[in-house]
């Protein structure tokens, strides 16, 4: 194979673990309901939401926990999460339909996005709350509201474009949100349109894993918040958006090693670790490297709930240098959360069968090639490396060295790689075998999902636990009342 191998081993919980140590089960599945096939596991999602309560728990925070919806479009994970007291946060009509569909009442629905005339509408006309992202975006859903007499609609005012201390922007530049700069002008027309919007908070949504750029967006919508008070306004929410972000890979050290060698591999100082010899936006000139490592950090110590306890406890700085949640908690504001990726940790998996596997003459990396199409698991499209498990079909062949492959997807194309990285295995997969990819949940089953070539999308099930027993459905059949047992 040449060198050892560099594995990157995906993090698994108990769930997932107990899947795929359950390969009858997974081939009887995907012999049924064909190849990719997405599972979902809503009872996770339960589990998941409950870390993030106890981190307001820990700091005496009140507020909703509102799922971001874009991240998968399951109906079983939403009617699951409907069956708790959490929030969801919707990006378009269908989402608030579904969410609607779901159970969610209005009162723990936000809608956020770019939105059309429909979607505002629906949202104002079920009371839902929404986000908006611009002084005209206000105006169009204050017109809205007058000419179809309708309820006086909650709104947040996103907010983008914040500066620490009023000297360096920290907080990258966003399309959405209004920069606090245009504050004025923007309560002007909140205050002008008072008689059918109601400003209950202020939002703002990073997608960055920096905490410290997130304590500044957060310091940020406190001065706005007293800002608003002594106007007289009585906005009483923060809400932080999500981007608390997952830690796939269960060995720190696995990648450091990987993305050491692959920083060498462009440099040419050892053989190439993707096809093509692709840098992930690194590149070799002249012998030196340029560009940036464009990868999901697939490994972060602190991800998730604990992001968020850890963004709470962060100094403010500009706020008296006492932690961000002491100063919630002073102020009596709720505090909300739009966790997309968070929340879906360890809640899906994707399984592929293994079509064809052919070893180059040369001895390099050996060709896979899956019923799947890069859309399919596109973990690639986040930059996320991290290795499938091999599910063989017959658990008693003998046991095979490791191998070096490259991932194809089914689709004529010659840039249907399900991953552009040469992936190590420790044992060669064999045609009829199949290649789990865990936790793909969050953005990576049906986000970039295409018909294309009528190669058909994945089928979803839901999966849950009786006792020792898997049992499943179809994505759209899951209610909280079908599992007996279950979720309750
Ligand atoms: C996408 C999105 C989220 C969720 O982001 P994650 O990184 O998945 O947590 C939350 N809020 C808004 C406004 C978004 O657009």
Known sequence: MGGKPLYLEPRLESRLRSLLDSPDLLHTLSGALGSPLNLVVPDQLADNLEQFRSVYGKHHLSGQVFFAHKANRSSALLRRLAATDAGVDVASLGELQHALGAGFTPDRITATGPKNPEFLWLAARTSVTVSLDTRGELDQLAALVRKHALPRVRILLRLSGFEASGVRVLSRRSRFGTPVGELDPLLEAVERHADVV???????????????????????????????????????????????????????????????????????????????????????????????????????????????????????????????????????????????????????????????????????????????????????????????????????????????????????????????????????????????????????????????????????????????????????????????????
């Open 198 to 488: 109601d400003p209950v908070g202020v939002a703002y949504h990073l997608d960055t894993t920096s905490l410290a750029e997130k304590a500044t967006a957060l310091e940020g919508c406190l001065r706005v918040l007293e800002e608003c008070r002594s106007r007289g306004l009585r906005p009483r929410a923060v809400d932080i958006g999500g981007g608390f972000g997952v830690n796939y890979l269960t060995d720190g050290g696995q990648w450091e090693r990987y993305t050491t060698e692959l920083t060498e591999a462009v440099l040419g100082i050892r053989p190439p670790l993707t096809y093509g010899g692709h840098g992930y936006g690194l590149r070799s000139e002249a012998g030196t490297l340029r560009g940036t490592l464009g990868l999901y950090p697939a490994h972060r110590p602190v991800a998730g709930a604990h992001y968020l306890d850890e963004l709470l406890s962060h100094p403010a700085a500009s706020l008296g240098g006492r932690p961000l949640a002491a100063q919630l908690l002073e102020h009596l504001y709720d505090l909300q959360t739009e966790p997309g990726r968070a929340l879906l940790d360890q809640c899906g998996l994707t399984l592929t069968k293994v079509l064809e596997v052919r070893d180059q003459e040369t001895g390099g990396p050996s060709a896979v090639r899956l019923a799947a199409k890069a859309d399919d698991v596109a973990l690639e499209e986040h930059g996320v490396l991290m290795d499938p498990v091999v599910v063989p079909r017959s658990p008693a062949r003998a046991a095979t060295e490791p191998v070096a492959v490259h991932l194809f997807g089914s689709r004529c194309l010659e840039s249907d790689l399900i991953t552009r990285r040469t992936v190590f295995l420790p044992r060669r997969p064999e045609p009829g075998d199949l290649l789990a990819f865990a936790n793909t949940a969050g953005y990576c089953m049906d986000f970039h999902a295409t018909r294309a070539q009528h190669q058909p999308v994945a089928r979803k099930i839901a999966v849950w636990q009786e006792g020792d027993t898997w049992r499943w459905c179809l994505d759209d059949q899951y209610w909280p009342t079908t599992p007996v047992g279950g979720a309750q």
